[in-house]
């Protein structure tokens, strides 16, 4: 998980251009929209791309993502819940 | 008729930007987005969302930050007496065409966000919180002519009292962006808004 | 200055009609265009509905007098300006001061998309000519030149608000005597650009569209082009036909929020719609149509509605989004609405706004569910919101 949580921080600062922040500072409960990282829904919609290209996980619908992306760790566990069983 | 007013101008050029006819920023060896970004760091604001701009975006916005520095327009103006109108040649071509690089594998939803020339027209809007009347003209090439009447237009007819309009294109590595600032009271560097002072400043640096 | 602007002609192409009489009857029988996808090559066909025109290439090819190598866009819209332009009946056109301006916001991207899947293969094989007429301005210019106008030719581009400001740039041209007839609107036609692109933002409805209904879940794409004819007054004179109506008020402004969203209060489309009122001298109670820009996303139709709420407090207009019959035909639709605006006004009709069968909770008002005849419409808002936070409302109003 502490691996997963690491690569998803590196993984979120490429996705999103976040060039003025360095992955070890995002903290794993931070909360990544609006009042911590300041996401937007566009960065949303990136967030979906990354589970898709980097985990093979489709998020089904737009709906879930607030819950998903909340914080990193929400999105470790979605991921470690959701792997493919083939990969 | 009113006199109408070029109070500032920014033009961005062959890697130099020029305020007012000066140059305020050069960085000759670099590529475009190594460029743009330096130009950025230049200004020293911190505006994270600028990273994530497209090219055309990035160039219209530090065009508009260059020139609307020191010029107090957000104090001085109602948000919506304050409006833009930008032309180019190559609409948001650039965009469209990493787009549609993506599209192959993972399409990207913040690279299709920019694949509409007036998205840049938000983004200066967003970051000065302009709300007045906006236009995106497609020409062949810039058209001075056009462009003073349209405004002038505006301004004479106090749709806006002022207005942020010019010319900003980027295909590839070729790029230029030149803008005006139209206001009706003078300033020290002000010159007329006539087709022929716009087309001065544009040539200029044709370099 | 205070000249008026007359509307003399109307043209349309949509999912619901060749032409504007098709348009019409297809609204009167409350039948919508939106299909499985049928002409456009796409891997989400089956997947996803949307509202094309329903002929080919060859076809339109053939309706419009031009080749059918040529981009649909430019086929599209020559064949709707060409019908507001013989609905005018202007006898004399050649020897007055003509313009056309017209939006669109794909350019000739259907053939580009061509060239890339070629060139990408091999790029020794791409078609350059597919490319030529990428730009935006090159399909105006196409159209301009088979419609015989000369002296001015302009292209905007401003998202899904292009075709509402090709029309109020057009009404000032006019007014400043400039020019005596302009031809303004706008065309798009469907492309995978933009179906896998709105596809991206999650904004499309896997159903056919529910503008205005709590349950809404996105847009469906459209295709088409809409144009009218406007005149000056000394023009409208002259002719011997009885005027649509006037443009009596245009206005637009930047919501400064998001690049693609708007912000949650509509402030963009509330300035807006309040500075075309404004402009044409009307208040809120005198406008007895709204044709909404109601796209069926969560965020437009709120931001939307929550304008209006705040705009008409406690008196609403009749309402109605005809996107629940086209789609969304992006740099198109502010001249296809126009043109229903316009024909609302000429014969006393509302339209339906279909698939409404939940009211926004949100929102103390309810769009029209029933095709209307023998109503008093003298003055028709029609608004029209882009990406780029670009917001734009007309307003039509009888003699």
Known sequence: ?????????????????????????????????????????????ELIVLLQQHYKIKLESADDGPKVFRTVKTMAEYITAHQPKNV | MP??????????????????????????HANLPEFLL??????????????????????????????????????????????IVLSNANSSLDADLKYLETVKDFPSPSLFVYTLPNIVIGEICIKNNFKGENAFFVFEQFDANFIKQYVSNLVINNILQTCICGWVDVIGENYKAALFLIEKNSNPNATDFTTENINNIYQQHNG | MNAEVYVAGVGIISAIGNNTAENLAALASEHAGMNEITYLDTFYRNKLPVAEVKLNNENLATLSGLSNNISRTALLSTIAAQEAINDAGIENFSSLRTGFISANSVGGMDKSENFFADFLADNKKGKLRN??????????????????????????????????NAIFFAARMIKHNMLDVV??????????????????????????????????????????????????????????KEMYCRLSGYANANDA???????????????????????????????DYINLHGTGTQNNDIAEGTAIARLFEGKYPKMSSTKSFTGHTLGACGGIEAAFSVLS????????????QTPMKELPFVPEIKFLQNQKV???????????????????SKQ
């Open chain 1, 1 to 45: 998980m502490d691996k997963l949580i690491a690569d998803l921080k590196k993984q979120i600062v490429d996705q999103l251009n976040l060039q003025d922040i360095k992955p070890e500072d995002i903290g794993d409960d931070e909360p990544l929209f609006v009042e911590g990282l300041g996401l937007d829904s566009i960065d949303a919609l």
């Open chain 2, 3 to 28: 006199n109408i007013y070029i109070t500032s101008s920014c033009v961005i050029n062959d890697h130099v930007v020029y305020k007012n006819n000066k140059k305020v920023f050069e960085n000759k």
């Open chain 2, 38 to 83: 330096a130009a950025y760091d230049n200004l020293e604001i911190k505006y994270p969302k600028f990273y994530k701009m497209d090219n055309l975006s990035k160039l219209g916005w530090l065009a508009a930050e260059n020139l609307l520095k020191e010029n107090f327009i957000k104090e001085n103006y109602k948000p919506d007496d304050v409006g």
């Open chain 3, 131 to 164: 490319v030529i007429n990428h730009e935006c301005g090159s399909v105006t210019e196409i159209t301009a030149d088979k419609l015989g106008i000369k002296n001015y030719v302009s292209t905007i581009s401003t998202a899904c608000s292009s075709s509402a």
């Open chain 3, 183 to 240: 031809v303004a609107g706008g065309v798009d036609a469907l492309t995978k650009f933009t179906l896998n692109g709105f596809n991206t933002l999650m904004i499309l409805d896997q159903q056919y569209c529910k503008p205005f209904d709590e349950n809404r879940k996105g847009l469906n794409l459209g295709e088409g082009a809409g144009y009218v004819v406007l005149v000056s007054e000394r023009v409208a004179h002259s002719l011997k």
């Open chain 3, 257 to 287: 929020y998001h690049q693609t969203a708007s912000s949650p209060d509509g402030t963009g489309s509330f300035l807006a719609m309040q500075n075309a009122l404004k402009k044409s001298g009307l208040q809120p109670n005198d406008i």
């Open chain 3, 345 to 356: 006004i000429k014969h006393g009709i509302i339209y339906p706004n279909l698939r409404l």
């Open chain 3, 378 to 396: 003298n003055n028709v808002l029609s608004n029209s919101f882009g990406f780029g936070g670009n917001c734009s409302s007309l307003i039509f």
